[in-house]
């Protein structure tokens, strides 16, 4: 039978990830192999020492069951704004979690 966890047993968070949508008017494209991608949302990771990491991910412009790829997120502050808008959302969710 399981052990309940004692109340001061730490519990340790190694990450926790949120998927952030691109607004349409900040979307942009990129290439990978070949083929076009529009770039359509943000994972952005709160890594242990509380710094955030972010993938921009999209999906073939062309259309069809390409794979679902990851890009970088380019260093402009529109975007910077949807990745501080979205964590701080996020945090809101969390701490109101039932």
């Given at each position: 039978?399981?052990?309940?966890?004692?109340?001061?047993?730490?519990?340790?968070?190694?990450?926790?990830?949120?998927?952030?949508?691109?607004?349409?008017?900040?979307?942009?494209?990129?290439?990978?192999?070949?083929?076009?991608?529009?770039?359509?949302?943000?994972?952005?990771?709160?890594?242990?020492?509380?710094?955030?990491?972010?993938?921009?991910?999209?999906?073939?412009?062309?259309?069809?069951?390409?794979?679902?790829?990851?890009?970088?997120?380019?260093?402009?502050?529109?975007?910077?704004?949807?990745?501080?808008r979205?964590?701080?959302r996020?945090?809101?969710?969390?701490?109101?979690?039932?």
């Open positions: 039978m399981a052990q309940p966890i004692d109340s001061s047993d730490e519990v340790v968070v190694g990450a926790m990830a949120i998927t952030v949508s691109i607004p349409p008017a900040l979307r942009w494209r990129d290439e990978r192999r070949g083929e076009e991608f529009e770039l359509e949302t943000i994972t952005v990771r709160m890594l242990p020492d509380r710094t955030l990491a972010a993938k921009a991910y999209g999906r073939p412009v062309a259309g069809g069951r390409g794979a679902y790829v990851s890009f970088p997120v380019p260093d402009r502050p529109e975007l910077a704004e949807v990745i501080r979205g964590a701080d996020a945090g809101e969710l969390w701490a109101a979690h039932r």
